[in-house]
Structures are given as C-alpha cells and as structure tokens.
C-alpha cells in the first residue's frame, strides 16, 4: 500500500515545511511497527520549490490472519486461500487508514509546535494513491472527495492492460489536489473515506469507532451530500451504530478547526448519568464543594465549562452572590437537557437574565469566554484524549484566564474501593484516562507554573487513609499579572 503527499513552497514558506507539520524528517527514511507489519516513512524528494512524503504500508499477511481470526475480506471459513492472496498488500484500505492515523498522529491533529502558522494555514497539496478499490467506482469517489474542496482525478484501472476487452477493475488510480485545506484536514478524508470506498474493515467494528468517525469528521462530516453512506460504510453497515452516528451527527455545530486527532464531538451524558454515580451522594459532595470554592473565591461571574445536564448550573442559581452563570458544553442534547432541568422557558426574568447556556468546544479559544471571575471544570478533562490536554489548558488557563479556576476529577487509586466496579475498568466508559494523586497533582502544578496561577488542592468524598479521596480537586488561583509575567 502506498501514497504520496505532495506540497509545493516559496522563498519564505519552503516546502520541506511539510516535515515539521508531518513530524518526519525528509532527510531520513523511518520504519514504524504496526499491527499488521511494517510502515515506511520518506521523502522521494525535498527542496524549497517542492517536497513529497511517502508511506509505504508493508502487510503482514500471516499477522493478518491470526488477528482477523477468519472474519473480514477474503477470510471466510471456505475460503482459506483468499486469506493469503488477496489485495491488502496493493490496494489502500482500512489498514493504510490505520497506518495513517499511527504514524501521522500529531499531524492529524494539526499539532506542530515548529510550525504552528503552518499548520493552521491551507497549502498547496497533491496527493497520490495508485491503487485505491472503490465500490462504487470512480463517480463515488468524486461524490465522495470534491464536497471536500479537492479537484479529484480518478482514473480506473484496467483488469489487464493486454486484455482490454476485460474491462476495467474495481480499483482506480487517485489524485487529489487542493489549496484550500490545511494538511489536518486533508489526513482526516483519507482516514475517513480510505475503508468506506473499500468498504470493507480489517477489524472488529466496535462501538468505538462512533467516537472515532466523529473526531476525523470533525468540521465536515456533518454537512457532507453523501453522510449516511459514509457513516454506514465506515460503521461496516451495523445499523445500531449508523444510527447513533447519525443522531449524534445532527447535534454537531463545532467550531472551525485546524487540528484533527483525536476529540470527542459529543460528550453528551446519557439521561440516567445521576444515578450512575458511585456512590449517589459523591456527585452532590462534588457540587457542594465546588460551591464552597467558589463563594471563598468572592467570584460572582461564574463559567460552567462542560456543563452536561446543568446541575451545578442549578445548583449556583440558588446562591443569589452569582450573579452570571453561563454553562458551556460541546453537546447539544446535553444542553437541551440542561435547559429542560432548569425550565428556561418557564424561568423568571430576573433569575434568566443570570443564566445562559453556550455550545462550543473547550479545546478551542472563545473570545466569549473572556472576563469571567472564575470557571469550573468538574469531571471533565479525564474525557478528552490526553494529546488535547494543552489544547484544553492554553483555551481556559493561557486564553480565557478567569481569576480562579476549580478542577475536579476522579482518583484512579479510590476505584479499589468500588465494589462494583470490575478491576482495571474506568468508573465511565467514555473516560480516555483517570489519574492517580501524585498524576493529577504533577498535571495541575505545571499548569499552575505555565500560566501564572498559585493551586490548593481539596479531597472530596471520604478520605480513605490508603487511597485517598474518590474525587480530587485543585483550585488555582491567578497571581498579580506582573508577578505572573514575571514567573
């Protein structure tokens, strides 16, 4: 499997740029381990004018079989030959997909600290796959590609140049070109459309993939012509999740991005979330001492960031020293969730005006965010993917820069005392991680030191004298500007 990203440069933006955004470097030739054999990463050629990458996919067919255990393409229990000859080596797929997100990560994700600028900007690209399969052929993968903004040339591919009256393959020849899409972007449509044109998974499709298809369509899925074959394909045509993919998609309105790894594009909490809590009375110990924090902080404009149903926003309104409380999440059923708790549209005049609810992403800077007193962030960084924690913090603590900032999360070490909760599971499944004491603690000094805050921590819940305390939380608390600037 193989395929070429291609850029072109000036004097002041060189083209071999395309190395910091991609994290290779084009004068070396890198060999990356995956599960089902080998990725090679090099540079064919590199100079100012223009620069290509190539990743070159070299397929274990035996690791293939052992993994696949007889399931996928060409694997099927009476057809024990197709699992050693087939096109997995030759034509791009589900795998090269994998490859791609591996060893590309931070490019996926549009993070390059070497080049920032560079990779929040569009760039001339070309990109190059000899043999891509496309059920559906080449009007597919026009109908497929073009709404993204790429000029496709999709050519097929004879069976057999010497036989032409064969006709032609199901594999075309791909070339996409444009100058209107960051290199993010541009990773995230391969990621995505490479296994819908196969159509085919080389792997257990799980209720995993849900996330996954949402964070690579970040920003474009939503609004694609051809979205329910998209989702349908990727989700290998499981209708439970085709559906949950589609009601998730309608609440998707995300801000621009220039970033692609791995997000969630809806943390929306199901409705028995409350009752989920181990133990029930934990989720309002939480609140009361977030409340605490907040009224020893004197802070009267308050931000909810992550709000989910609005209880901590219902809780805050009963406290007439807050004068502004605005809850903020990604979700939008979960704020229509949060505007059914606190009944909106039947709510006072007086007590709507110090109430508002916002969607919007918390990894990205929000002017309207600005100027508050004081933000809360309660259970809410354990959901993203750690590679978003700095987009998280430069957002809150670098942009925002609310006075203080209240952080709660779970305790990893207290889980041992959960009766009812397996050994080495998290306490909710879309937890990404959950962090010890001295991990939480190390996280939150750092960010502390970065952006000019003095921190306190709080235990919450009952303190176990082995594991501490189900739920931690940090108070930071911003230092005078000029001792912050200077620090």
Known sequence: MFVTISTTGTAGNPATDLGYLLHKHPGRTQAFSTSYGTAHVFYPEADAERCTAALLLETDTVALVRRGKGKGRGGAPDAALAQYVNDRPYAASSLLAVALGNVFASALRGVCAARPERAAAPLPLRIEVPALPARGGAPLVRGLFAPLGWTVTADPVPLDTAFPEWGDSRYVRLVLESDRLTL???????????????DAKHYWVSADEVDKLLRA????????????????????????????????????RLAEADDSAVEDLDNAVAEDTEAEERPAPLAVRRREAITAALRASGAARVLDLGC????????????????????????????TVAARRLRLDRMGERQAARVRLVQGSLTYTDKRLKGYDAAVLSEVVEHLDPP???????????????????????????????????????RHGDHRFEWTREEFRGWAAAVARRHGYDIGFTPVGDE?????PPTQMAVFTIRDEKEAKAA
């Open 308 to 335: 989910g149903q609005g209880q901590l926003v219902q809780e805050l309104l009963t406290d007439v020293r807050f004068t502004e409380i605005v809850g903020v999440d990604v979700s939008v059923r979960a704020l």
């Open 388 to 426: 978003r924690l700095p987009a998280l913090e430069y957002a809150v603590f670098g942009h925002a820069r609310p006075r203080t900032v209240v952080v709660t999360t779970p305790n990893v070490e207290y889980n041992v005392r959960w009766e009812s909760l397996p050994a080495g599971h998290a």
């Open 184 to 198: 993010a972007e541009a990773l995230r449509h391969l990621y995505v459309l490479l296994p819908v044109l196969d």
């Open 217 to 252: 369509g970040e920003g474009w899925l939503a609004g694609h012509p051809e979205q329910h074959l998209i989702t349908s394909r990727y989700l290998a045509r499981r209708r439970s999740l085709t559906r949950r993919a589609a009601e998730r998609l309608e609440l998707v």
């Open 464 to 468: 176990d004298p082995e594991v501490g």
